[in-house]
C-alpha cells in the first residue's frame, strides 16, 4: 500500500487584528522585532488580546514603522 504525506500549509496573512500570540506563535520571527522595539510581549498574559497596533500604542513605537518591520521579518 502507498501511503502518502500531505502537509497543509498554513496560510494566515498578517493584519492589524491578529493578536501579538497569534502573530508570535506563527512567525517565531517577529520575537525579535518585538524585543528590538524594547516591548516584552513574550510571555505577557495580554498578548492573547493586543494586537499590533494595541502595543504600537502602549509602548510609543511609530505604527507604520513597527509594522514595517513585523512584515519583513
Known amino acids: 500500500m502507498l501511503q502518502i504525506k500531505v502537509e497543509v500549509e498554513k496560510t ?3 493584519s ?4 501579538l500570540e497569534q502573530m508570535m506563535t506563527e512567525w517565531p520571527q517577529t ?3 518585538l524585543m528590538r522595539y524594547r ?3 513574550v ?3 495580554i498578548s492573547g488580546f493586543h ?3 494595541d502595543a504600537a500604542r502602549e509602548h ?5 514603522r513597527f509594522e514595517e518591520s513585523l512584515i519583513e521579518a
Open 51 to 53: 494586537t499590533p497596533v
Open 60 to 64: 510609543e513605537a511609530e505604527l507604520e
Open 31 to 33: 520575537v525579535a522585532v
Open 16 to 19: 492589524r487584528d491578529i493578536t
Open 39 to 41: 516591548m516584552l510581549c
Open 43 to 45: 510571555g505577557c498574559p
Open 12 to 14: 494566515m496573512r498578517f
